[in-house]
């Protein structure tokens, strides 16, 4: 497994999704494919259902499950 990290403004858009952070870290698998993404500090994740904000907001990319920490708000449709 190894990691990346971003800094300074980070944005990553995948698919109908923006994600937009101060930092992001993407870790990936044995195999070098993403495993998961979190993003750090003020973070925000916007796509056509709603938008969260959270200081850390984590993606784990194989199921797409996310989940959001510490002042978390959201508007999200749950479906």
Not at 15 to 20: C, I, K, N, R
Not at 39 to 63: C, E, H, P, Q, W
Request: glycine share 10%; no cysteine.
């Amino acid at each position: 497994s190894k990691s990346v990290a971003a800094a300074g403004g980070v944005t990553v858009h995948y698919q109908d999704t923006v994600a937009s952070s101060p930092k992001a870290l993407l870790a990936t698998g044995p195999d070098g494919k993403a495993e998961k993404i979190t993003f750090l500090g003020g973070s925000r994740l916007k796509n056509k259902d709603g938008d969260v904000n959270a200081d850390k907001i984590t993606i784990m990319i194989a199921n797409g499950n996310m989940i959001a920490e510490k002042n978390v708000v959201t508007n999200n449709v749950v479906k």
